[in-house]
């Protein structure tokens, strides 16, 4: 585990260019408690290599390869590693066999894996069939789902209570008021995307969020 101080504030960069990305990035400060994700969608559109990109805007900071694996666990983790990623999200959605690998590759090559657990139903019985629990739990709700579904605030109480030793982060749609919720609920990282990505003054907006992790 690499983080050891939460909580956190979670910059989800879910953009498709690369100037999007250093103008956003640029008005982001540099502090221990902000990490930056590279987004499914960025990673999609201009490839793993904007990891290191981002780790050139930030050398200090920790950097998330939103990877969403479904197979090829270790390879994934290994692609995401030569990138310099601090932490790969993997999908509980995918076989018992490729999260088993993902965890052996992160362990392996000292990168924390992110257990991502959009449309799994049933969190504690995946948790309960793992050889060891990922670094980082994460509930996520889709952006396609705002509007139809809350977050699972229980579930979030529930393992933070059994796991004591990882990390519990929260992200779809969160604002102000929700994030923290989020937290009150024993959550360490709360993950902020169009909140910050579309506003008009990033890095006011990016001190709001960190206002409510103090």
Known sequence: MQLKNPPYLQVALDLIYEKDVERIVSEIP????????????????????????LKEYQPNAYIIADMKTLDVGEIEVFIAD??????????????????E?????GKSMSIDII???????????????????PEIILFHRGIDQEGNMEHPWEDISEIKTKYIDTL???????????????????ADIIVIGRAI??????????????????
């Open 30 to 53: 540099q502090s221990s408690q902000i990490l930056l994700e590279a987004g499914t969608p960025l990673i999609k559109s201009l490839g793993i290599s904007i990891v290191k990109k």
């Open 82 to 99: 030569t990138q310099k990623a601090n932490a790969v999200a993997i999908s509980g959605l995918a076989s018992l066999d490729t999260i």
């Open 101 to 105: 690998s993902s965890l052996r590759a």
């Open 115 to 133: 257990l991502d657990l959009m449309n799994v139903n049933d969190p504690m019985s995946l948790l309960g069939q793992l050889s060891r629990i």
């Open 168 to 186: 519990v982060a929260v992200a779809g749609g969160l604002n102000l008021q929700t994030s923290s919720k989020a937290l009150d609920n024993g």
């Open 197 to 214: 990505t579309q506003s008009t003054n990033i890095s006011e907006s990016v001190q709001k969020f960190l206002d409510i992790l103090n």
